[in-house]
């Protein structure tokens, strides 16, 4: 072994290398007096204290909970500037679409996103993942969407590539050109969508920058029929499809997402019963976003009653400058449990094994189990329980990526 790690006091992990759903989303692997060894900087051993294992290297977890590392399956990471100039607005009730159409929103990210310099947008990314990581989270999924043309997409988009090399963190690229019409396209939303097809698209696949490819399917945004043309194309070209949906209003996002056998629908606050059978008989998982409802104090999304009909459901972020400003998981596992009410066990496993397959990496990362990547988090904890039970303090102790200890007190 090159790592040891012992006196684990609880181990609590998903299993297996696809998303869990239903009554299979609480059904973890909890193991008391436990060990977990390191060679390579995989997962060799994970069980019960066994005295005959060895290693140089090891590590007293003095009976703290151990679980997968946090997997933050939706994140717009590579953005200039903030926003906190429209927190007034929203205080005032004004709606995002309202702050959209004035120019604000999106937009305004976009300006600044493109006259940052890619030495600027890469500093501010290393800081932000450090944050993130020092939070527990090991791998995350990062989209482009605030260049809204071809120049910048691919900045942003090369900037991530250069990110995923530069630090810890696993990232995973999507392609997000179809976020927002640029403001050189207004009252052009043929043209925006045929540049997106003809030349953004064909751009990003041909430098290999991104795995997929997703669209704002949204009231005043991209409709059905925008967005099922733009993901079709992107399959065709190898970008699988994953949607923004149902967000503000139950257009059928949802229910497009199932059609286009998405990897993932996201948000979807305001999906209908049928979007939700739509996302269980194509196995869509749902990206659960609850710090958006929170920030911006809109109803959260029927997490439950997605479990129950059988979704897979991951939690997630959605860390970006407007909507959610907070990088925090932890916080977001608080949330699901208080606000989607999912229990501890089944929100462990939205944020580790569920979260890994809305990115496709739940046979490498995800769960605590022999072969995968050894990603974990120590928490200043005893249960599981405890780590949802308390807000507002980062819990965790240390943090093993890849093997690799990153001590944090």
């Known amino acids: 072994m090159d790592l040891l790690l012992k006196n684990i006091g609880l181990l609590a992990t998903p299993v297996g290398s696809a998303a869990r759903k239903g009554a299979g989303q609480r059904d973890i692997l909890l193991i008391q007096d436990a060990m977990v060894g390191v060679k390579d900087g995989e997962i060799a051993y994970a069980g019960p ?17 151990v679980t997968p590392g946090l997997v933050d399956a939706h994140t717009h990471l590579v953005f200039g500037g903030w926003r906190q100039k429209e927190l007034a607005l929203k205080l005032d009730g004004v709606p995002y679409l309202d702050i959209l159409k004035a120019g604000g929103g999106i937009l305004s990210t976009v300006e600044h996103t493109r006259a940052a310099s890619e030495a600027e947008l890469v500093a501010k ?31 942003q988009l090369r900037i991530i590539r250069s990110l995923d090399k530069a630090q810890p963190v696993d990232i995973v690229p999507t392609f997000m050109g179809a976020h927002a019409f640029p403001k ?17 698209l064909p751009a990003v696949v041909g430098e290999g920058l991104a795995e997929f490819c997703d669209v704002f399917c949204e009231t005043a945004v991209f409709t059905l029929d925008e967005s099922r043309r733009i993901l079709l194309e992107a399959a065709k070209l190898g970008l699988s499809p994953k949607v923004h ?9 949802a229910e497009m997402a199932a059609d286009v056998n998405a990897v993932s629908a996201e948000h979807l606050i305001q999906t209908s019963d049928g979007g939700i059978r739509a996302l269980a008989d194509k196995d869509v998982v749902a990206v659960l976003l609850p710090a958006t409802s929170f920030y911006l104090d809109k109803p ?5 009653d997605m479990v129950d009909a059988g979704v897979a459901v991951a939690v997630a972020t959605d860390f970006n400058p407007g909507s959610s400003p907070s990088l ?37 990362c995800g769960s605590l189990e022999v072969g995968k990547q050894a990603d974990l988090v120590v928490w200043d904890a005893e249960d599981l ?25």
Not at 125 to 141: F, Q, R
Not at 245 to 253: F, K, M, V
Not at 300 to 304: E, L, S, T, V
């Open 184 to 200: 050189e396209y207004a009252g052009n939303r043929n043209g925006y969508v045929e540049h997106l097809l003809t030349e953004m």
């Open 328 to 364: 925090n998981m932890q916080l977001a596992m608080n949330l699901a449990c208080m606000k989607y009410k999912l229990t501890p066990a089944e929100t462990l496993t939205a944020v580790t094994l569920n979260g890994a397959a809305a990115i496709r990496r739940a046979g490498s």
């Open 245 to 253: 949906a149902d967000e503000i209003d139950p257009i059928g996002g």
């Open 49 to 65: 204290t066994d005295e005959s294992l060895k290693s140089a290297d090891v590590f007293d977890c003095g009976g703290r909970l």
């Open 125 to 155: 990314g290393k800081a932000l993942l450090s944050e993130m990581l020092s939070l527990g989270v090991t791998t995350c999924e990062a989209k482009s969407g605030y260049g809204l043309n071809t120049q910048c997409e691919l900045k």
């Open 300 to 304: 959260f999304a029927r997490a439950r």
């Open 385 to 409: 329980e405890y780590i949802f039970y308390r807000y507002g303090s980062n819990l965790v102790h240390t943090v093993v990526k890849k093997g690799d200890k990153i001590c944090l007190s």
